[in-house]
RNA sequence: GCCCAGGUGGCGGAACUGGUAGACGCGCUGGAUUCAAAAUCCAGUUCUUUCGGGAGUGAGGGUUCGAUUCCCUCCCUGGGUACCA
């Protein structure tokens, strides 16, 4: 073989461990930081998606440090988490045991693709020595309040203070606390109580949260583990349970997480999502009085402009004063429709925009300004957990409250001037307010103003900035997390000291919550605690964002004992320069970092406000998954045979799967398609082997009813559509007597569909065997090669073989037929220079720009033109190594080295300078266009002026054709790029 | 519903600031080499055509000497989502 891969690859991979190629350290250059977003080491391993972005982390940090940068491109593991925890409770097994034999294995798959991870950085959030800092930062969080004055995190010692001084009436802080207290007060309270105060005023702070109860289970469930109110695994039943969680106070951020995105460079996507997320709207807060009783119902508004428009009050079927004001006759129809609204999900009550429900609850709310009666109805439009769960509507400015009051024929009043709103809403803040008292002749934007003011004069309401932003859960009630450094005493939480710092997780008999529900760490007793303090220990654990929101910092300085990091060494890395990873995390983790690198910030431990300076998200590769089709026989009846004990029961029936044709036909429902006989003969000679003795005569009138189903087979037992059938009998037991209705020639065909690519769907690729089978530079190219890094693309072998013999291609360039090396030192010619300085600056630009793709067609271009010269020169060759470098390390260094460079300096070269004298040409042919349509090419010096241009093409023979002897009206002429006359 | 991304040959995709649409690779077709196959090499490959051309980047308009690129309207696909008052 001439380009032996694994030969070269396994001794480069070798080398690079054994001299530390990789490593980084502090120095003289100028830094950069790539970051690949965390991985989760999972059992199943990596599959082709995942490198997707490390490969192009690793080209653009290869190229970077050929630019001269120092680069940081760390890499560790989020093994935290839910699946090891599982696994524990089915086996036993301790998660530590699990996690770390998963981090081997991608270990040893991610060093096969030749990454330049600096691996002596490696950070794994499960590890004490890292989640000691972990719990570090939670008691720093714990150690302060937001002080709104000046905008950031400050101490709680100072708070006390203020409270122990003037008590907390002049304390501008991000609280919940509503109880004034002096510093007298202050000074009276017991340990408790300015324990629990204080609680209100700390960015993480103990609280009772709502959560998804699943007492079957034992456990928490999120949202999206529960189907139709039961949890999807299992089935069972979920309550709502009130926990006392710890909770990050991570809205006292909100409008500093918001200016932030201004200043960094993410696609608009994320950004807008953060910004959905956070939900910035900036109105009014007012107060409605309910005829007839003392309750008063409070509305959120971004339009206290339109107040006198307001025609009806819809609160959620949840609010609180339903149950009170609602009227006896309305009673009935009330409790129906809130009984029916509580059955449906959020998503339900927002997706179904088309049928308006609601119902009148009897009760009339006053104008706090008109003064005016309106009824007020409930609606599940209107949810509980947004704002006040009550709104003031106004249908002739909003188009929701339009369509409810057309749906259930309310008074729509007009407050527009010249507006004609028999059709739709006008939202348009523009328009003029009219019919409203001393608002009237004032556009929104003026009135929304003035409007508060009068609220406020009145004493009925405030303007209000309202996020949609809630604080953070922080408790999980689960074993394989971060133990919280806290333990409590008479009932009070408290921390434990930072010597005493980690607080270890302590050896457990089962990874289940106990029979009362509490979370598996309250099976630990006292002396199972490697800490314990106060009465027990916390029994949470922390969220799986927890070590995630920090671990960039980490890698700067992995292996401080003294400190979570050193000043100088986040002050030399600094913030990550290049963030690469799914774009899925955009509400979790990109927000939670964000929050606590701006805390820290304001400690003064970090030098930068946001963590991730550019962020690049690249699209998933979907995996091509196949599927066979089973058929589900429900019934049959034979006419002639009576004696039911004669006739098979349906489940005696082995599994029949038919061919794709088959299936198609029956799905477009043609009642007696052209494969039905197939399917009824399969089913006719299966029965006539279930049944003993001859009954050909009896069968031929049976009556089949049977459907069919499409399940998922393993790629693996599919070659090019065609099933393996043998091997489909022997991937699973059930499948062993499977029958197929094969298509005319023989074959079982498979669907297929480009789906998420997942263990479930069996449609898995690994990166092993591509390795195996074409090598590391292969597969790194090959995955740059499939399209633009930020798009979704299905995944497909068909063109690796291009990206392959593009390397043999290379590796020809330096030998012979005899694969001896043949490398000359003559002087490059015109042409082959030009080649080279070409593609330094195409593959420049492209990188620069992150187009990663592109770069490959270069080489290829490249490649293709020198093997065409035949050029084996040294000049030109080595330069064109250093380029191909970062894509293809492994088949790189080996040719450095050969052409004479020490081994393992490849990293150390410099990328080629571009040169703009090696492309100017003498010539340049023209493209000349007649009307916009490219007709001919005219070679042209390049020196010649606009006018000398336009002379020689209406000059030139070809041009003749075209003008047909009639004078142009008009030529452009761009000069070294086109001409275009108009005629 | 709203927000975001995208729509170019048989396929993945290229065309960066409005200037030769289809680079590069796959696949396919024909040829060379071979006893044969693989591998390799050469030629062709958007569609259509009366071989002069004509059409063509989701559809329809617009701006421009010139539009895949900019603007408007619409359709489709993917992702996100909370009818957010």
Redesign the pocket.
Known sequence: MDYDFRAIESKWQKFWAENKTYKVEENEQPKYYVLDMFPYPSGAGLHVGHPLGYIASDVFSRYKKLKGFNVLHPSGYDSFGLPAEQYAIQTGQHPAVTTENNIKRYREQLDKIGFCFDWDREVRTSDPSYYKWTQWIFKQLFDCWYNKETDKAERIADLVAKFESNGNKLVKADTSCETEFSAEEWRTYSEKEQSDLLQQYRLTYLDDAWVNWCPALGTVLANDEIKDGVSERGGYPVEQKLMRQWMMRITAYANRLLDGLEKIDW???IK??QR????K?K?ASVRFKVDGFEEEIE?????PDTIFGVSFMTL?PEHELVGKITSADCKAKVDAYVKAASLKT??D?????K???GEFIGAYAINPISGEKVPIWIG?????????????A?PCG?Q?DY?FAKAFGIEIKNIFKDVDISKEACDDKSAIIANSDFLNDLPAKKAIGVAIQKIQELGVGKGKT?F??RDAVFSRQRYWGEPFPVYYENGIPKMVPDDQLPVELPEVDKYLPTEDGEPPLARAKKENWPTFLGDRMEYNTMPGWAGSSWYFMRYTDPTNEKEFISKEKIDYWGNVDLYIGG??H??GHLLYARFWTKFLYDLGYVPFNEPFQKMINQGMILGNSSFVYRLELASFFIPGLDDPNQVPAVKEFPEIFVTKEIYDDWANNEKLNMHYKQVVSKLESILNRLIPGDLSQVLSNVKWEYSFTKLHADISLVDNGVLNTEGFRNWRRDYRDAEFVLNKDGKYICGSEVE?MSKSKFNVQTPDELVDKFGADTLRLYEM????L?????W?T??I???H??L??LWRLFHDQDNNLTISEEAATDKELKTLHKTIK?IQ??LE?F?F??G??NF??AV?EL??YNCHKKDILEPLLILISPYAPHICEELWEKIGNAPGTMTKAQFPKFEEKFLVEANY?Y?V?F????RF?LELPTNLSKEEVEKEVLASDLSAKYLEGKAPK?I?V?PG??V?V?L
């Open positions: 696609t608009d996507s807008d999502q959905n997320w956070i939900g709207s109105g509305v959120f508004t971004t339009r959620a959020e998503r009550r927002q997706s179904d925009v049928n308006i429900t599940d439009y209107v949810l509980a957990s947004y704002g006040t769960g009550a709104v003031m106004v909003d929701r369509d309202q949609r932003l774009s899925e955009a509400t998420k090669f499939l399209g633009p930020e798009q979704s693309k299905p497909d068909k063109g073989n291009g990206v013999n593009f043999r291609k195409k630009d492209d720009r187009s793709n592109t490959v067609s290829m271009i293709n093997t065409d042919a493209p266009s009307n916009g349509k490219m090419k008009k452009i761009v790029k086109i275009n108009v």
